[in-house]
């Protein structure tokens, strides 16, 4: 795991030196604090800088960046090749490779010297991003893998183009002027917390999106797809097999992946919450292992928000060599402070807070941890996925009668008085915040922009608080074709699988682990297991209305089903009573009227109405207040 960065001209360019690339990796150094390198073509039309977190290969024979066995291409390269040795056994068996060392980048390089770069992407099994230089044409190749794993932006500025895996990077070389705030990513992160590929925060910077390359030269851009969701949807039907084949078929895939991804010249580990993704995982590591694998899980002084006492349970079963660190609300909070360094791009997913910590906590004992990330999208594990069926099916059917006499309702009780009731009777002080938010629902009728608006936003009129915003809403890397082929149900995973899991999920494990030079892993996020599972039936996915039936029938095989049958918690945080309370100064500095009005990107009255709303606890507003003050909180550090 590392990080790089670099800048091409289609000219000679002033901005190409090797001061401004060591200020780029400097931007990154937490990503690649073992080494640095610097390299620039004989043009100075070109130059890489590359941080190393050395983890396969320790040696001076994985510095980066790195020339190709014929000279022809320069790589720098961030993640893993799981698969890199059994590429490196068929290179072998047709060519003679002088091998300097065993890292995996000397593998890929080779590879693409001798079959290609297209034929050896569909070779690559594991997370990557990189940048190369083919000094046969005079091009730049910027490539990310198939799920988005790895980060890599870009821009494009006069004759240049700047790159890196993280803004920072791009920050370091650029002015102030030179870049502008995108109205419609930052509409999206009100809307959702998040900002999807390939917006960024900047409008002059942009996100290659997953599963894609792009090749720059002096005729211009090309943007190639080697994989997708889409792709795989078009392409496949779904599978025939019971469900007991199902499970067989499964869990092979699985042991080979973490076969693969258990491989490290560094301690590793994985993180456990005692739910059915992360036990499982760990399960079949200790299978594999002939030592205690070694367990991180974090808990909560609220016992509404704890599942360490859970993981602790299955770690004992499992015999796994296992640390828990209990966190009070104070450290949580003392870490809000960090998020604007720490996702160099607006980013408000709350749970990024605890997420962090554990981190932070796993990389005092290990250089690699491996998480049960994209087992809900792949296998219909999300309760939103029900919820948002339930509630369409209901909605949908209502005469137009029915529909008036509720919007009615709706205005004739207020929403603090039906959360108050709520919370008397059904200990759900939320109760009148989610019946409004199904009632404004009615006259939708697509099931897509359905769900979209009905779990999967913090707020829907965005155009109400971001200036010369747009409603936030996403344009999916779905075709028309795909989305045809699926059935109701599998819509909403497809959904996550292009936007949620890449741009909040993957982005939230990749910045909290590398912010303290931790390699992540997803073993459920091999390619063929996702594959895999988007060719299984929805039937086998949710068995007897039991989410994972999969996953669950394979985890049973080694932890009793009592250690996992509980109500899911997450990584969730008590945020709107933070908001009134322990972070209430702290989001007053930033929800500062004047402050608002003269950045010009939110309308400070609207603001505070929210603001007021929820201090006096008439409404929730905690999900859309955190999304504007991570943005508020990032600009205060650009500013400054």
Known sequence: ????????????????????????????????????????????????????????????????????????????????????????????????????????????????????????????VGMFAFSLWDNQDN?????????????????????????????????????KDELSIDRAALSQLIRQGYIVAPLSIYKEVKKLQPGQYVRFNSKGAVFKSYWSVTDIIEQGDKLELSEETAAIELEALLLQSLKDQMIADVPLGAFLSGGVDSSLVVALMQKLSDRPVKTYSIGFDDAKYDEAIFAKEVAKHLGTEHT?????????????????????????????????????????????????????ELFWGYSRYQQTLAAWQKLSGLSQFTCAGLQMLQRLLPIRVLNKVGALSAKDALVGDKISKALELLTITDFKQF?????????????????????????????????????????????????YLPDDILCKVDRAAMGVSLEGRIPLLDHRIVEFALKLPQAIKYKNKTAKSPLR????????????????????????????????????????????????????????????????????????????????AWLAKRRS
């Not at 000279?71 to 590429?87: D, K, P, S, T, W």
């Not at 980048?105 to 770069?117: M, R, S, W």
């Not at 920072?168 to 070389?173: L, P, R, T």
């Not at 997420?355 to 690699?368: F, P």
């Open 451 to 499: 769900y979209r608006s009905f779990m999967m936003a913090s707020y829907r009129n965005v155009p109400n608080l971001v200036i010369n915003g747009d409603e936030g809403l996403v344009e999916l890397m779905l075709s028309a074709k795909a989305l045809s082929k699926l059935p109701t149900e599998d819509v909403m995973p497809a959904i996550d699988l292009v936007t």
């Open 139 to 175: 091009s730049l190749i910027l490539v990310r893998d198939r799920l988005g794993e790895k980060p890599l932006y870009f821009a494009s500025v006069a004759d240049d183009i700047v790159f890196g895996s993280e803004l920072s990077c791009i920050e370091a070389v650029l002015s």
């Open 1 to 124: 795991m590392c990080g790089f960065a670099g800048i091409w001209s289609a000219t000679k360019s002033d901005r190409i030196n090797v001061e401004a690339l060591q200020a780029m990796g400097q931007a990154i150094v937490h990503r690649g604090p073992d080494d640095q390198g610097v390299w620039l073509n004989d043009l100075h039309s070109a130059g890489f800088v590359h941080r190393r977190l050395s983890i396969v290969d320790l040696s001076a024979a994985g510095h980066q960046p790195m020339l190709s066995p014929t000279g022809r291409y320069v790589i720098a390269f961030n993640g893993e090749i799981y698969n890199h040795l059994a590429i490196r056994k068929e290179i072998d068996s047709c060519a003679d490779v002088n091998w300097q060392g065993h890292s995996d980048t000397e593998t890929l390089l080779a590879a693409i010297d001798i079959f290609g770069l297209a034929a050896t992407l569909e070779k690559l």
């Open 553 to 632: 029938n394979i985890l049973y095989k080694y932890v009793p089903q009592n250690l996992i049958e509980r109500p899911k918690k997450g990584f969730s945080v008590p945020l709107a009573q933070w908001l009134r309370n322990e972070l209430k100064d702290w989001a007053e500095q930033l929800l500062d009227f004047e402050t608002l009005k003269a950045d010009g990107y939110f309308d400070p009255k609207q603001v505070h109405k929210l603001w007021q709303a929820h201090l006096s606890e008439h409404r929730n507003w905690s999900g859309v207040l955190w999304n504007i003050l991570m943005f508020q």
């Open 324 to 376: 828990s660190l209990y966190i009070s609300d104070k450290q949580v909070l003392e870490t809000v402070n960090l998020m604007a360094d720490i996702y160099s791009e607006p980013f408000a997913d709350s749970s990024q807070l605890p997420m962090y910590l554990v981190c932070a906590m796993a990389k005092q004992h290990v250089t690699v941890c491996l998480s049960g990330d994209g087992g809900d």
